[in-house]
C-alpha cells in the first residue's frame, strides 16, 4: 500500500496502467506536462533523459511507458519531491527513475555535463510578481512564477545536461515564445519542432511545445496546431487518445 500524507490522494493517469499521489493544496499536474511527454522524441530502448522541474513527477512517469531510458527526474520542493518518489515507489518504477531534491542550476555539476540525450521541463512560466501579486501558497507561486529560476535558467542548464545532438523539449505560453527562441540559440538548442496548442479552433492559443536538438542545423518546422475543445466543450479526438488511450 501506498503511504499517502495529509490532503493527498492517489490519482489515475488515464491512458496509463499508472498511479499518481496528488494533493489539492500543492501545484498539481495539467493537461501541459501530458502534452509534453508526448511530445518530445525519446529514444526507445535506451539512453539518458532528464526532466526538470518535475513537481510529482508526471512526466518521468509518463515517459517510462514509451521509453527503456534511464530518466532523472529534478525538483526542488521537497514536499513534491517526496510525493514523487513514494509514486515511483507504488508504480515500481524507482530502479528506472530517480528522483532528486533539487535546484536544477546545481545539476550540471552535480549529474555531469553533456551526458544526456533528453531533457524535457515544464518550467514556470510567468516572471516574478510584486509580493502583494503573488500567490499566497509557496507551493503554487514557485510552480507558476520565475522564482526559484528562470526561462534562462532553464536553457543553459538543459544545454548543459545535453550531449552534442541531444534533444531539449519545453511546454511554455505563447508570449514567452520570442524569449524562448532568444534562449534556445544563445544556449545551442537550436529549435527544431514547433507546435501551437489551442483551447479551441476559434480562440488564440495558449500553449506552445517546442523541441530543440543542441548544436542542430536551423531548420524549424512548424507543426499541425493541436485544438483541446470542439464546439460542444468536449476533448477532441486527438486530446483524448493522449489522456484516455481512446483511438
Known amino acids: 500500500m501506498v503511504e499517502l500524507k495529509g490532503d493527498e490522494r492517489l490519482d489515475y493517469l488515464l491512458a496509463e496502467n499508472l498511479r499518481i499521489i496528488q494533493s489539492p493544496?500543492?501545484?498539481?499536474?495539467s493537461l501541459d506536462a501530458v502534452l509534453l511527454s508526448r511530445f518530445v522524441n525519446v529514444p526507445i530502448q535506451k539512453g539518458k533523459i532528464v526532466d526538470l522541474c518535475?513537481?510529482?513527477?508526471?512526466?518521468p512517469l509518463l515517459l517510462s511507458t514509451r521509453t527503456k531510458a534511464a530518466i532523472t527526474g529534478v525538483e526542488i520542493q521537497e514536499r513534491l519531491y517526496d510525493m514523487a518518489q513514494r509514486?515511483?515507489?507504488?508504480?515500481?518504477l524507482s530502479s528506472r527513475i530517480e528522483v532528486i531534491h533539487g535546484?536544477?542550476?546545481e545539476m550540471p555539476e552535480q549529474i555531469g555535463y553533456s551526458k544526456y540525450d533528453v531533457v524535457t521541463c515544464n518550467p514556470p512560466y510567468f516572471p516574478t510578481p510584486s509580493v502583494e501579486e503573488i500567490n499566497k501558497n509557496e507551493h503554487f507561486a514557485i510552480a507558476r512564477h520565475e522564482i526559484m529560476c528562470n526561462l534562462e535558467d532553464v536553457m543553459r542548464v538543459s544545454s548543459q545536461l545535453l550531449r552534442q545532438g541531444g534533444k531539449a523539449a519545453f511546454v511554455h505560453r505563447p508570449g514567452r515564445l520570442m524569449d524562448?527562441?532568444?534562449f534556445m540559440r544563445m544556449y545551442r538548442l537550436e529549435p527544431k519542432r514547433?507546435?501551437?496548442?489551442?483551447?479551441?479552433s476559434s480562440k488564440e492559443a495558449n500553449t506552445i511545445l517546442i523541441e530543440g536538438i543542441k548544436d542542430g542545423n536551423p531548420d524549424l518546422k512548424i507543426l499541425p496546431p493541436l485544438v483541446v475543445y470542439n464546439d460542444d466543450n468536449e476533448y477532441n479526438p486527438e486530446i483524448r487518445r493522449i489522456?484516455?488511450?481512446?483511438?
Open 25 to 29: 493544496s500543492v501545484f498539481s499536474f
Open 243 to 247: 489522456l484516455y488511450g481512446e483511438e
Open 87 to 92: 509514486s515511483m515507489d507504488h508504480n515500481g
Open 103 to 105: 535546484d536544477i542550476k
Open 194 to 200: 514547433l507546435q501551437f496548442v489551442y483551447p479551441k
Open 54 to 59: 518535475s513537481g510529482n513527477g508526471v512526466v
Open 180 to 182: 524562448i527562441l532568444h
